[in-house]
């Protein structure tokens, strides 16, 4: 079946790190995707992780794949204000590569 | 370059009413998707249309249709409006060219609320 979790919030203290988690139920997921939207906008892609790798960074940014729990984490370093936002995992099944499958979206609240 | 972009930005519509948004794909994107955004959710795919067909669709009725024309840029139709169609809706285009990897570029929305 088709169905991505994520917690609905998260907040954290400026300069922190901040992580975001995300399980799916499709093992046959072959691309796992962030994406932040900010109010009143569409979505921005972050990064993206093909399933058989286990980790990526790009700059302030770090996921974590984990096939065999089917556990996705998006690190974010040394979080700012500009952060705060909701951040959407999504995967692509194998099956349809055509669609994008999203998770609820968790809600990242950061303070001073 | 501009991007997705999608018209009208905001839409008040009646129950029973028809609507029709619009979306122009980023330049060089041939395949145009488009996804109901309900409040406090996350994007549900409705469908996708490539080379002026619809190539596959999500779980909604008949009401939601669409087009795509020559020129890339399509239109999502909804007929015989429902309060509950409320939500923004994204156009997300890519490049056939992507290959399995869905690198879907997403406009700003068009938020629709049925009163």
């Known amino acids: 079946g088709e169905d991505v979790e994520q917690s609905l919030f998260l907040s954290v203290r400026e300069g922190d790190s901040s992580v975001i988690n995300c399980t799916y139920t499709d093992s046959s997921s072959t691309y796992l995707y962030w994406y932040k939207q900010e109010p009143g906008a569409g979505l921005q892609l972050l990064t993206y992780?093909?399933?058989?790798?286990d980790m990526k960074q790009d700059q302030r940014l770090t996921v974590l794949l984990n096939k065999k729990d089917k556990h996705l984490s998006l690190r974010i370093a040394d979080t700012q204000t500009g952060d705060s936002a909701i951040y959407f995992c999504a995967e692509t099944p194998l099956y349809n590569t055509d669609k994008l499958i999203f998770g609820t979206g968790t809600r990242l609240q950061v303070f001073p | 370059d501009a991007g997705v972009t999608q018209s009208p930005t905001h839409l008040i519509k009646t129950r029973g009413q028809q609507v029709t948004l619009r979306c122009s794909p980023k330049s060089g994107h041939d395949t145009v998707s488009w996804y109901q955004q309900a409040l406090g959710q996350g994007p549900q795919f409705i469908f996708q249309y490539y080379e002026e067909e619809e190539r596959q669709r999500g779980n909604f009725p008949d009401r939601f249709s669409g087009h795509q024309f020559p020129n890339y840029s399509s239109e999502l139709n909804v007929n015989a409006l429902l309060l509950g169609d409320s939500a923004l809706y994204l156009c997300a285009s890519k490049s056939s060219h992507a290959g399995l990897r869905t690198e879907a570029f997403f406009g700003q929305g068009t938020r629709l609320t049925v009163v």
């Open positions: 992780i093909f399933s058989n790798m």
